[in-house]
């Protein structure tokens, strides 16, 4: 599967998304985990934009979508492994047009750009959700981060990177789980990182800066 997709490019306002997004998926979220934010106000206010943030549920995307405002959710894409959310054409349509997936082929051909479609969401000024661990981690624990975000930082030197920590979500839908369990989770905004000249300097000052922010999470509890 290709990584570009010309689908994928500049598509139009949609208000079922938007209806979706702010009247379903955002009270479920609140419902399901009470989430706590910290430093919501390091959140970006336009596009473009990266966050990064840490990958422990399917509970993640619709958590990070949930901490903007309705008026900025058309420009927020979380970016997805295109292999698992275009598996069929059910979740693909759905994954496309109401969650607003900017898909990502974890399997490209030689001179490829696996990148291109998150280029191309930056292009457009959109403010793209990125899980540089690559998958959903099973106890909690950071894995090691692929150096994709630093590449993308290197090509747009002025776009600011938001490093998130999300606490809980594995707990309330755990990986390879069906049935999500009420539980609080918090959200930590940490201050935007900018591209420094060096990829390896940066996703060492990435791995840290989320790193300090799991520090500062509270203690969980039963979501009210």
Partial sequence: MRSTNTEDAARPFSPVRMLFL???????????????????ERLPKAGPAIVVANHNSHMDAFMLLSLFPARLLHKVRP?????????NPAISWFSRRIIGI??????????????????A????????????????????????????????AEAFPAVPVIPVWI???????????????????????GEALHWNGSRTDFMEGLRERLEGLAAEAPPQRWAN
């Fill in 22 to 40: 702010a009247f379903i998926a955002r009270p479920v979220v609140r419902f399901m985990t009470g989430m706590d934010v910290c430093h919501s």
């Fill in 79 to 87: 970016v997805a492994a295109a292999d698992y959310f275009l598996a």
């Fill in 102 to 119: 900017t898909p990502i082929s974890r399997k490209v051909a030689r001179g490829e750009d696996v990148l291109a479609p998150a280029r």
């Fill in 121 to 152: 969401a930056l292009e457009r000024g959109e403010i793209i959700l990125v899980f540089p661990e690559g998958t959903r981690s099973k106890d909690g624990a950071l894995a090691p981060l692929k150096a994709g975000v630093a590449r993308l």
């Fill in 167 to 189: 606490e809980g979500a594995g707990r309330v839908l755990p990986k390879g789980a069906t049935t999500p369990v009420p539980m609080n989770c918090t959200a930590l905004v």
